[in-house]
């Protein structure tokens, strides 16, 4: 029901809340909601395409937007990935094929899209090289 659904959120918002990584311990890039975590690629990592793509979401529908730029901020290809469930934060992955960029390095955002008006949001900004 939506009054459970409600209720189990916050529990769940709760609990992230009180999460932690110890600053000698290289943390996974995730969102400030941390609706969204990646597991790969890791940050400043060097990528070729297809790149492998891999984190959990918790994501409307369950479907994560995917967008590879290079160095100038040209977008290089755009995609989604599926979740395992649009209902609870679970596992996605997949491989991305993306246009040769003109420029040594880049970024993948990974982020929901809003069913509202399609902006970003729970991005997850990883910088890369090529």
Known sequence: TDTDFEA???IYEDFLGTVEFLDEVANPPWSD???IIVDEPWPDGTITSPVAISGQALSFEGVVSVRIKDGSGKTLTET???TASGTERSAFSGSVTFDKPKSGNGTIEI???????GSDQDKVSIP???
Do not use: G, H
Request: aromatic share 10%; hydrophobic share 25%; charged share 35%.
């Open 8 to 10: 189990d959120t916050k």
């Open 33 to 35: 909601s941390r609706s």
């Open 80 to 82: 989604t990935l599926k």
């Open 111 to 117: 982020y929901n899209a809003s069913a509202k008006d």
């Open 128 to 130: 890369v090289k090529f």
